[in-house]
């Protein structure tokens, strides 16, 4: 069956196959969080974006090769449950943004900064340094090189608009700058986004809605 996204707590996950890369999509409860494990062909290393909640059903995906790094997105605490026991059972090397990495309470091995490569076998992702939604969040961008990006922007942009601010009116404008330039400026519309709730979308569908988004302020 061709991929979807679309992935529910307790359901099967969703597998995106790509030619360098193999993206397994799980939605873990109980605040219906994303969980991506990218898993490069060539070497068969594997890299976890977010471990949410529920280590037991990631370290089922995750399955017997193990597991070589762990992206947390952010700091807030429905992306980091499973962290520590991931960790502990893969003794995977964690990365986080560098101005996020004080509030994850499981030590971060590598601190990331805005345009930093982080490696999974033989595929390069490129994080992005986003501020509004926390001071730290990263984005991750995979630029394949036989198709279209593919970006796991974490809780920075969903279907329908960029992630909470809180009615903060100066982290609105910071996030929605850094969303704009650092994506829908530089990327095109074909490439897929992977949010860290909910369902996938494209920069694509959302680039339209772009003045909605700025005019109704969250």
């Not at 984005?139 to 920075?156: I, K, R, S, W």
Request: with cysteine; net charge negative.
């Amino acid at each position: 069956m061709a991929y979807t996204g679309e992935v529910e707590v307790g359901g099967t996950p969703d597998v995106h196959e790509l030619k360098d890369l193999i993206i397994t999509k799980a939605a873990v409860g109980p605040m219906n969080n994303n969980a991506y494990v990218l898993r490069c062909r060539e070497t068969d290393e594997q890299l976890l974006v977010d471990a949410a909640n529920e280590p037991e059903t990631l370290l089922e995906v995750i399955g017997a090769d193990g597991l070589t790094s762990v992206v947390t997105t952010h700091q807030h605490g429905d992306h980091w449950q499973a962290l520590q026991a991931v960790v502990d059972a893969t003794g995977a090397r964690t990365y986080a943004g560098r101005h996020d990495a004080d509030g994850i309470p499981v030590p971060t091995d590598v601190l990331v900064d805005d345009g930093d490569i982080i490696r999974v076998g033989r595929v390069e992702l490129t994080a992005r340094h986003i501020v509004g939604h926390t001071p730290g969040s990263i984005v991750l961008v995979y630029d394949d090189p036989h198709g279209h990006p593919h970006v796991f922007t974490g809780d920075c942009l969903f279907p329908g608009g960029v992630g909470n601010t809180q009615g903060d009116a100066e982290r609105f404008a910071s996030l929605f700058r850094d969303v704009k330039a650092k994506l829908f400026d530089v990327l095109p519309d074909e490439t897929w986004v992977y949010p860290g709730h909910g369902n996938d979308t494209t920069l694509g569908a959302e680039r339209p809605h772009l003045p909605e988004w700025l005019e109704r302020g969250w």
